[in-house]
């Protein structure tokens, strides 16, 4: 652990060396989830409601996902670029070092510009936990930050399979950004206005819905039956990681290096 | 001129080249579309408003702005042109005998029409046979289909005319990223990528109709629904021609501009 911060620190230093730069990208993140936020709220000035959603509580849903997707591209970004890592071959070096590789790689890269994003999300958290008519307990608290972390750990575990593939393929594939972007895009409005085909791939494969639904109807008092089940729901998105870390491993055992 | 066609050729071959991503393009477009579509889908089903845009004319404007993207994204980054400039390579782009803009130019549109013509061609056949809801209809009669086909091109141009001022900033800037993020972001906004045009509060639609963005996705995409009835799409291709002469003349400009006070980066 205390590698990782030596290594965070330093990203930092470098990143800043380019203050004027740094400040505009971040400031461009910004803009990029508040474009797709403002057309959000023109969409409901006009419709209202969505399945009987209103705006506040998919605001809400927005915040969390994108909190989580910003969280993870700052910290698994080398697990995105990874594919550079494989293709030149770096990855060799990763492997003499007497460190988990997973640490290295986490640590090759962060994308502190991406705190753009995270301000923005964070913006749309307070504003729309502040308008929801919900009676705020700790519980409820303590929910909201495991749909984030649940969220981050999904995405991560996500660009740890699409780095891991790199290890077969060499070369990145664009494919990978269906469950990346895609997730994002859909994960956005609660996964119930979907078609059943795609709720069912996204909360038993894949467990989106475990972070940005069956929570969300607990903090908004509308879950049925049990509501320790939906509360605790975020943790099978943690849970997710496990498998990807153990397909990581098994790449790692199939690395061959392209030797350029 | 000849020299520009060659140009365009041989950008036009490169792209295609990269046809394992395209098709992962494909997927993630399709993925996309998909979900956006489920999305509207949803918004429509309260039936209680009356939308200024019918489902269907809504379907047909997704899939053909998820075919054409490559037509219509501010942000294709051609990252040989930004490491032209930062290095100072730019020196040989000058020595070459044929006017810099129309190069550019011409490498900028041939590398928009390889990716799309990849990619759209199989997007727009596949959605033609889709089942019911998702199904992109087909235009109602010859004459939409050739004014659309008109307004896509014309569009394509002013499009990358627009980006052209992009790279001309960098210039300027000399570093790529994030000011023109900034750019992308808005325009994109403005075009109607990020919820389509029609859907927009009134006061933001008299905006964008006086800016040269829509003209490149929403209008054509309009046109081709039968949205936008045939009168109004004629005087749209006059504006559509204003625009492009004016953004030609002023990149025109300001590339002569630039370059007069062009710093070669050491390299």
Known sequence: ?260 | MKAYVSVFKLRLFHGMQYRAAALAGIATQFFWGFIIIMVYEAFYSQGSIDAPISLDELISYIWLQQAFLAFIILWFRDNELFQLITTGNIAYELCRPSGIYGLWYAKLLAQRLASALLRSMPIIAVALFLPQPYQLLPPSDLSTFLLFAMTLLLGLLIMVALSMLMYISVFVTLSPSGSLLMFAVLGEFLAGMVIPVPLMPIWLQNIVNLLPFRYSADFPFRVYSGHIPYNDALTGILIQLAWLAALIGIGWFAMAKALRRVVVQGG
Request: charged share 15%; hydrophobic share 55%; aromatic share 18%.
């Open chain 1, 1 to 260: 652990m205390r590698l990782y911060w030596k290594y965070v620190v330093i990203l930092f230093k470098s990143q800043m060396q380019y203050r004027a730069s740094f400040w505009l990208l971040a400031l461009g993140q910004f803009l990029v989830p508040f474009s797709v936020f403002a057309g959000l709220y023109f969409l409901f000035e006009r419709f209202e409601q969505i399945e009987g959603w209103q705006f506040h509580e998919v605001a809400l849903c927005f915040a969390v996902i994108h909190m989580s997707f910003s969280l993870s591209e700052c910290f698994a970004r080398g697990f995105d670029n990874f594919s550079g890592m494989v293709a030149n071959a770096e990855f060799d070096r990763v492997l003499v070092r007497p460190r988990g590789t997973i640490i290295q790689v986490l640590g090759s890269k962060f994308e502190f510009t991406r705190a753009g994003r995270l301000v923005q999300s964070l913006l749309v958290l307070a504003w729309a936990v502040s308008r929801l008519p919900v009676e705020w307990t700790l519980l409820k608290a303590v929910t909201l930050m495991l749909m984030v972390i649940s969220g981050t750990f999904i995405f991560t575990g996500i660009f740890i399979l699409a780095a891991t593939l790199c290890f077969w393929t060499v070369q990145g594939l664009e494919i990978v950004n269906i469950f990346t972007d895609g997730g994002r895009q859909m994960a956005q409005y609660p996964l119930q206005i979907y078609r059943k085909w795609v709720t069912r791939f996204f909360t038993f494969i894949i467990p989106f819905g475990c972070v940005n639904y069956l929570p969300l109807l607990y903090i908004l008092d509308k879950a049925p039956g049990n509501e320790w089940l939906y509360m605790l729901a975020p943790l099978a998105g943690i849970v997710f990681i496990l498998p990807c870390l153990f397909v990581w491993r098994i790449g790692v055992r199939h690395y061959r290096s392209t030797g350029s």
